[in-house]
Nanobody, 120 residues
Framework: QVQLVESGGGLVQPGGSLRLSCAAS????????MGWYRQAPGKQRELVAA???????NYVDSVKGRFTISRDNAKNTVYLQMNSLKPEDTAVYYC??????????????WGQGTQVTVSS
């Protein structure tokens, strides 16, 4: 059974940075595409960024140029580097693992979520 454990959330001022980490266990991490969703209060959950098993990435338009998703297969960990944060980035961020190596497949597993709050 896949387990995904996020860390790195917190409170940051607008314009600041945070790096989220997601440690995976229970699967052959390098085989699978990974991603980050977020859900803000009163809004639908949205895919923020995804990375294939081969390292190709995809981002929602609102974070392009500010967020970077990466993976370290040796550490079974996926990261989300978030720069130039805005109040509208405030949300619970969830780590996900896909069913295959591409992010065009369905989501297989979810982490428990980590809160990111951008406020002065």
């Amino acid at each position: 059974q896949v387990q995904l454990v996020e860390s790195g959330g917190g409170l940051v001022q607008p314009g600041g940075s945070l790096r989220l980490s997601c440690a995976a266990s229970g699967s052959i991490f390098s085989f699978y595409a990974m991603g980050w969703y977020r859900q803000a209060p009163g809004k639908q959950r949205e895919l923020v960024a995804a990375i294939t098993s081969g390292g190709s990435t995809n981002y929602v338009d609102s974070v392009k140029g500010r967020f970077t998703i990466s993976r370290d297969n040796a550490k079974n960990t996926v990261y989300l580097q978030m720069n130039s944060l805005k109040p509208e980035d405030t949300a619970v961020y969830y780590c996900i693992q896909y069913y295959s190596g591409t992010y065009y497949s369905k989501v297989d597993s979810w982490g428990q979520g980590t809160q990111v709050t951008v406020s002065s």
